[in-house]
């Protein structure tokens, strides 16, 4: 009876990995800083790793992490009044994404971004997003807000997600 529950085991473990390798994604985001640094930042840029999971069939829950970087406007730095920094974030967020049809599929992020650096304070992570699957990859449409003391830092942006 030990040895067919250890072999249960070891065979349940051996297909959960592999199931787990479906749902995990590596994702490279780029885009437009928007409200708050839209005057001082002109470049946004991300990388991810999520890890979702069916929860039904059109549903996956899951959990990412990441790093959020707004990069500078160089030519503000001519003038001293202007003096600011780049804007750097480790996020930790749940994930939800729900298949639309076949390849689209719609979703969320939210969990918080702590801030790196003297001019990032940390804040409510959020990042709705529409894709399309076409197959090892996904194509995405986000918005990303970092909210944190009333002032909102975000992006609008295109990515791109890679399956393991």
Same mark, same amino acid.
């Given at each position: 009876?030990?040895?067919?529950?250890?072999?249960?085991?070891?065979?349940?473990?051996?297909?959960?990995? =592999?199931?787990? &390798?479906?749902?995990?994604?590596?994702?490279?985001? /780029?885009?437009?800083?928007?409200?708050?640094?839209?005057?001082?930042?002109?470049?946004?840029?991300? /990388?991810?790793? /999520?890890? +979702?999971?069916?929860?039904?069939?059109?549903?996956?829950?899951?959990?990412?992490?990441?790093?959020?970087?707004?990069?500078?406007?160089?030519? #503000? &730095?001519?003038?001293?009044?202007?003096?600011?920094?780049?804007?750097?974030?480790?996020?930790?967020?749940?994930?939800? +994404? #729900? +298949?639309?049809?076949?390849?689209?599929?719609?979703?969320?992020?939210?969990?918080?971004?702590?801030?790196?650096?003297?001019?990032?304070?940390?804040?409510?992570?959020?990042?709705?997003? #529409?894709?399309?699957?076409?197959?090892?990859?996904? =194509?995405?449409?986000?918005?990303?807000?970092?909210?944190?003391?009333?002032?909102?830092? /975000?992006?609008?942006?295109?990515? =791109?997600?890679?399956?393991?």
């Amino acid at each position: 009876m030990k040895k067919l529950f250890l072999l249960m085991a070891i065979l349940g473990l051996g297909l959960t990995s =592999v199931k787990a &390798q479906k749902h995990f994604t590596f994702g490279l985001n /780029a885009g437009i800083p928007l409200s708050d640094v839209e005057d001082t930042h002109n470049f946004y840029g991300s /990388a991810d790793i /999520a890890y +979702r999971v069916d929860i039904i069939k059109l549903l996956d829950i899951g959990g990412a992490i990441g790093y959020s970087h707004f990069f500078k406007d160089n030519d #503000l &730095q001519i003038f001293d009044a202007f003096d600011h920094d780049d804007l750097q974030f480790i996020t930790a967020a749940g994930t939800a +994404r #729900l +298949r639309i049809l076949a390849i689209l599929f719609a979703g969320t992020d939210l969990g918080y971004a702590i801030g790196l650096g003297s001019d990032s304070d940390g804040g409510l992570f959020l990042r709705p997003h #529409l894709g399309v699957n076409l197959g090892i990859a996904n =194509v995405l449409v986000s918005y990303t807000n970092i909210s944190a003391d009333g002032d909102n830092v /975000a992006s609008i942006n295109g990515g =791109v997600e890679i399956k393991f």
